[in-house]
């Protein structure tokens, strides 16, 4: 070990820091973020009963330039990281979306006046990706 | 999907205000199928508010017809029993619906007669318009719920005796519409403090929905008697059950793509391609039956 250091050139530290700035990852990292709103907000509370408050959340951040299994993301994505970088920067870089949803149960009154308990897939980002 | 040529109005949902043929373009629900557009509560409003995104005219039209107070205490009920506080759908599996629609009667002519001798016999004709049914929803389970407002209180167990008919009106100039089938059967309540009563009639539904009538027409009687036949109590006391004209409840399995289908897993890994692929080499499994299912695997190809 003593020898390595010996023969590896005494970096200065502000290089130090450049060269492992490209692996660290972005301040604003891709994740999940919250957000809540309540259907009187919409004025949507006059037909739309249940439930009262609805948390759909959303994906927000910039994704690393080396993405791995971090966000599960196909090797497309660095592929296009690489496009994006290396060839044609009209070609956008990976975008930070929802990978994983939850259902979101909702209790409506339709027009007829008839009562409506519904089911809905994917009405709740629980999952952020790099795609 | 297509509507399978079921009749009905080909309105899309209350929500929508912009006439088919002068806004279309700018309609994104007119781009779905009829047959998908009617009844989905949620989707009209949103896309009608991002289509109107520069008026922010958010605020959407109140339903034309106010529900039934009893009916909507009723299905608030169903959701809390169904979803949490936040509004995801319970891990049930008993429930493989993912819809429950429930009307009340259009109208409906109470004839109220007594004889004295049968009881106090309530019967009311019936109808139902079934149009917000989507061509994707399937019936599971149809009830007719009752809500008991006991005018006396009712101290043991009541018997119902329930006769259902179902009307239709052959050709449209037929006046009264004719019997086409009937079922009578006879339930055992437990009224004390039961503020409802579901009575089961797919069966009896099932043969009208399947054809896609958007209308039920029916005649339902009702006799209900103090005590219990299987005591064999003399059921002579009447009780003034002071019945309100049912609701009919349907249970549904909506088999669109916006709809859940919790027993779906399938879908739910198709919809991850995120998730981590399975690795080549099988990892031991510590229940040990990965070694077993290893040396099976040996012996075979030796074998062969």
Redesign the interface.
């Known amino acids: 070990r003593d020898e390595n250091l010996k023969e590896a050139p005494a970096t200065p530290p502000h290089n130090l820091s450049e060269y492992f700035k490209q692996f660290l990852l972005p301040q604003n990292e891709c994740e999940l973020h919250n957000f809540r709103l309540s259907f009187s907000q919409l004025k949507w509370d006059k037909w739309i009963i249940a439930p009262h408050r609805y948390s759909p959340q959303y994906c927000k951040g910039d994704c690393p330039r080396v993405m791995g299994h971090r966000y599960g993301s196909p090797v497309h994505t660095m592929v296009q990281n690489i496009i994006y970088e290396k060839l044609d920067s009209s070609v956008p870089k990976p975008s930070c979306v929802p990978a994983e949803y939850s259902p979101l149960s909702v209790l409506t009154i339709e027009p007829d006046g008839s009562i409506v308990y519904k089911e809905y897939e994917d009405m709740i980002a629980t999952k952020c990706t790099c795609r | 999907p297509h509507s399978r040529g079921r009749v009905g109005s080909d309105q899309t949902?209350?929500?929508l205000v912009a006439p088919e043929d002068a806004a279309s373009e700018l309609n994104p629900l007119l781009w779905l199928p009829k047959g998908v557009r009617r009844?989905y509560?949620?989707l009209p409003?949103l896309l009608k508010?991002l289509s109107d995104r520069g008026h922010q005219s958010?605020?959407?039209?109140?339903?034309?017809?106010?529900?039934?107070s009893r009916?909507?205490r009723y299905?608030?009920r169903?959701?809390k029993m169904?979803?949490t506080?936040?509004?995801?759908?319970k891990a049930n599996k008993s429930h493989l619906y993912?819809?429950?629609?429930?009307?009340?009667p259009c109208s409906e002519c109470k004839h109220r007669h007594r004889d004295l001798m049968k009881g106090d016999v309530h019967s009311v004709d019936l109808l139902f318009?079934l149009?917000?049914v989507t061509a994707l929803e399937h019936l599971l389970k149809s009830v007719l719920l009752y809500s008991f407002d006991t005018s006396v209180p009712v101290s043991s167990p009541v018997t119902c005796v329930c006769r259902l008919s179902a009307k239709e009106h052959n050709f449209s100039g037929q006046v009264c519409p004719s019997i086409s089938h009937s079922l009578a059967f006879s339930l055992h309540v437990e009224v004390r403090n039961r503020k409802w009563v579901e009575i089961d009639v797919t069966s009896f539904l099932q043969p009208l929905i399947a054809t896609n009538r958007r209308n039920i027409h029916m005649a339902v009687n009702f006799t209900c008697l103090l005590g219990d036949p299987q005591q064999n109590t003399k059921l002579e006391t009447l009780i003034n059950v002071a019945l309100v004209p049912p609701s009919l409840l349907l249970y549904l399995n909506?088999t669109s793509?916006?709809?859940?289908?919790?027993w779906n897993s399938l879908r739910h890994r198709r919809?991850?391609?995120?998730?981590?692929r399975q690795r080549n080499s099988p990892r031991v499994d510590p229940t040990g039956d990965q070694e077993k299912e290893n040396s099976q695997g040996k012996r075979a190809s030796r074998r062969r």
């Open positions: 949902s209350g929500f009844g509560a949620l409003p508010v958010w605020e959407s039209e109140a339903p034309r017809l106010q529900p039934d009916a909507l299905m608030k169903l959701y169904s979803a506080k936040e509004g995801i759908p993912n819809t429950v629609r429930l009307f009340t318009n149009d917000r909506d793509e916006q709809a859940y289908h919790r919809n991850n391609p995120g998730r981590p």
